[in-house]
């Protein structure tokens, strides 16, 4: 049974554009928002099949004015990457289509397949998930495109980092100072840009036992080409705030298990990791909110902030 309501927050001209790319006999019965992202709307597409068994379809619109000048941009990249990475074995989204202009939608948008799985933010089953991801990251670092994406970019500069509150203006200080330098030279590969968390699904059992597994990766629209270390500061970054500075330390060990290859020299990694943090510092309220909404409610933004000044004083400690 169709609810219209639900099918309704569709707007006409995507529900429209969407419709082109249904099967004979499909239609939408139903949609769910998608909660968890933070530049786009991301809404779930049931799809009542002829048989009448259903599909789902995942819908990316940019509606934000904030973010809608980069839309074409990363709309395009995302475009790029889910379409390089079908049959490579990394677990994407396939595309189905894109309007990155919005010539048929009320916004730009991209449809893709649904994957199965759920983002695991807990403490429990940190052990199992860390090793994981390392592996599948590397998995990520592994695939050669035939055109190279663009080059990635960085958008914080050591003028705009923002020290918490209470931080050790001494320790932030050495630590800006260290992305006044150029960037070190590297090996160039693919990355994903934004892999952490928040963007890899594990299947529904209880990610701490045994047969836990990545069932995909999702939001590729900053995919571009660039060092391995800046995939690895990210997640550990992530990782650091999420779950406490000592496994954003661990991250990058865990990369180098499952066989990855960072920068060999202390000064360069120290780079690489302390640039993402302190990219974090310009964003912390907006990282912070969509794990609260997930249910780590303790994670204030106050307490982001001191989880990412510990993590930023430890790289100091550890490589500086």
């Given at each position: 049974m169709t609810n219209r309501d639900e099918v309704a927050a569709v707007r006409p001209l995507t529900l429209a554009w969407v419709s082109r790319y249904l099967e004979v006999g499909e239609r939408i019965v139903r949609t769910e928002a998608l909660h968890g992202g933070i530049t786009a709307e991301m809404r779930r597409l049931i799809i009542g099949t002829g048989d009448r068994g259903t599909r789902d379809l995942v819908l990316r619109s940019f509606v934000d004015p904030f973010y809608i000048g980069h839309a074409e941009d990363w709309l395009n990249r995302e475009a790029g990457a889910l379409t390089l990475l079908a049959g490579t074995g990394v677990p994407a989204p396939g595309l189905v289509a894109v309007d990155p202009t919005a010539a048929h939608c009320e916004y730009p948008s991209l449809l893709m397949t649904h994957l199965a799985g759920r983002t695991v933010f807990d403490d429990e089953g940190l052990e199992t998930r860390v090793p994981l991801l390392a592996r599948q990251l590397l998995a990520?670092?592994?695939?050669?495109?035939?055109?190279?994406?663009?080059?990635?970019?960085?958008?914080?500069?050591?003028?705009?980092?923002?020290?918490?509150?209470?931080?050790?203006?001494?320790?932030?200080?050495?630590?800006?100072?260290?992305?006044r330098k150029p960037a070190p030279p590297y090996e160039g590969r693919f990355l994903h840009r934004d892999f952490q968390p928040g963007n890899v699904l594990f299947d529904v059992p209880p990610p701490g036992s045994a047969d836990a597994r990545i069932t995909g990766v999702v939001d590729w629209a900053a995919a571009s080409w660039?060092?391995?270390?800046?995939?690895?500061?990210?997640?550990?970054?992530?990782?650091?705030?999420?779950?406490?500075?000592?496994?954003?330390?661990?991250?990058?060990?865990?990369?180098?298990?499952?066989?990855?290859?960072?920068?060999?020299?202390?000064?360069?990694?120290?780079?690489?990791?302390?640039?993402?943090?302190?990219?974090?510092?310009?964003?912390?309220?907006?990282?912070?909110q969509p794990w609260r909404n997930a249910g780590r409610t303790e994670l204030t933004t106050r307490t982001v902030e001191e989880r990412l000044d510990a993590y930023v004083t430890a790289l100091m400690d550890a490589l500086g």
């Open positions: 990520i670092h592994a695939v050669r495109p035939v055109e190279r994406p663009r080059e990635y970019v960085v958008l914080t500069t050591a003028d705009t980092v923002v020290t918490p509150k209470g931080a050790d203006a001494a320790v932030w200080a050495a630590a800006i100072n260290v992305i660039g060092p391995a270390d800046l995939d690895v500061a990210h997640c550990s970054t992530n990782l650091a705030l999420l779950h406490g500075p000592a496994w954003g330390l661990r991250f990058a060990d865990a990369y180098e298990e499952a066989g990855g290859v960072l920068a060999a020299a202390a000064s360069e990694r120290l780079y690489w990791r302390v640039r993402d943090g302190l990219a974090c510092s310009e964003e912390v309220q907006q990282v912070a």
